[in-house]
C-alpha cells in the first residue's frame, strides 16, 4: 500500500471548514521521484482529500490568449495588473468553470469563476454567460481570444489537522499547444503550492521541503508550457526555470 493510500482521508465538505481568508501561497517543484519520501515526512500530520473514492483528482484546462500572446507577454515581462483566462475540467466530477486569475499590483491572485456546461469545454467561448463574464471583467474582447494551450494533470490536495493550511501537489503534466500543433511532457515533475494564512508559523510540511533542499521557486503552468511549445513565444525570462525543470525531469 502506498503512502498515499495510507493517510487519512477528508472529504469535499469538510474541506470547506478550512478558509484562508487572507492567504499567503508557496510554489516548490520538485522530482516525481520525491512524492513518496515527502508524504512519508508529513503524513502523520495532514488528510488527503478523497473524491469519489480516490486522492488523485484528474484535471484538464484550457487556457485562452490572444493571437499576440498579449496576456503571457505581460506575464513574461514581470507586468502587474494581469489576467489569465481558462476553462477548467474537474474530471473526477466533470465539474467545469470558465476561471479568470487575476493578479493585482501588491501580487496578490484572486480568481473568480462560473460553471459551464461540460460538454460546451471545446466550445466555451460560444456560451453567452461566459461572453459576459469575460466582458464584464477582463478588457479582453472575446471576438480577440484564441485556443492556446490545453494542460492535463493529476492532483493530491493535502490538509493539515489543525485545518488551517491547503497543500495541491501537481504531477503527470502534459501539455498540447492548439495553436502550434506541439506536445510537451514534464510529467517527470511535481507542482507543489502551499497556501496558509499570512503570518502563519513554518509548517511541517515547509519545514520537510527544507529539509529535503527543495526551494521555493513561481512556476506558472500556461506560462511553461507554451515556452515549451511555442518556437515564437519569448521566453527569454525563463530560460533559467526551463533548464531547472529539464535537470528535474530528466
Same mark, same amino acid.
Given at each position: 500500500?502506498?503512502?498515499? @493510500? $495510507?493517510?487519512?482521508?477528508?472529504? !469535499? ?5 478550512? /478558509? ?14 520525491? !512524492?513518496? @519520501? =515527502? ?5 502523520? %500530520? ?6 469519489? %473514492? ?9 487556457? +485562452? ?31 467545469? +468553470? ?20 461540460? $460538454?460546451?469545454?471545446?466550445?466555451? !467561448?460560444?456560451? @453567452?454567460?461566459?461572453?459576459? +463574464? ?10 480577440? =481570444?484564441? @485556443? ?9 490536495? =493535502? ?6 493550511? /491547503? ?13 502550434? %500543433? ?13 497556501? *496558509? ?11 520537510? =521541503? *527544507?529539509?529535503? *533542499? ?23 525570462? +525563463? ?12
Amino acid at each position: 500500500m502506498s503512502v498515499l @493510500e $495510507q493517510m487519512e482521508p477528508i472529504g !469535499l465538505d469538510d474541506m470547506k471548514a478550512v /478558509r484562508l481568508m487572507n492567504r499567503v501561497d508557496q510554489k516548490y517543484m520538485a522530482g516525481a521521484d520525491q !512524492l513518496d @519520501e =515527502l508524504l512519508e515526512r508529513v503524513a502523520g %500530520g495532514y488528510y488527503v482529500q478523497h473524491i469519489a %473514492g480516490e486522492p488523485l483528482a484528474p484535471y484538464r484546462t484550457l487556457y +485562452f490568449d490572444t493571437e499576440a500572446l498579449d496576456m503571457y507577454t505581460m506575464h513574461h515581462n514581470q507586468k502587474l495588473n494581469r489576467q489569465k483566462l481558462r476553462v477548467r475540467c474537474y474530471r473526477s466530477t466533470d465539474t467545469t +468553470f470558465f476561471e479568470i486569475k487575476n493578479k493585482d499590483n501588491k501580487k496578490k491572485t484572486r480568481k473568480v469563476r462560473i460553471p459551464v456546461d461540460p $460538454q460546451m469545454f471545446d466550445r466555451v !467561448l460560444e456560451v @453567452e454567460e461566459v461572453k459576459t +463574464f469575460v466582458d464584464e471583467r477582463t478588457p479582453w474582447p472575446v471576438a480577440q =481570444l484564441h @485556443e492556446c494551450l490545453e494542460n492535463r494533470f493529476e492532483r493530491i490536495t =493535502l490538509v493539515d489537522k489543525g485545518m488551517s493550511e /491547503r497543500i495541491t501537489i501537481d504531477r503527470g503534466i502534459t501539455f498540447h499547444n492548439r495553436a502550434t %500543433g506541439v506536445d510537451a511532457d514534464i510529467s517527470k515533475l511535481l507542482v507543489i503550492e502551499v497556501k *496558509h494564512e499570512v503570518g502563519a508559523p513554518m509548517s511541517e510540511i515547509e519545514r520537510a =521541503l *527544507h529539509e529535503m *533542499h527543495i526551494q521555493p521557486r513561481r512556476m506558472s503552468k500556461y506560462c511553461i508550457g507554451t515556452a515549451l511549445t511555442d518556437p515564437e513565444a519569448k521566453k527569454n525570462r +525563463f530560460k533559467p526555470k526551463l533548464l531547472y525543470i529539464k535537470k528535474l525531469t530528466q
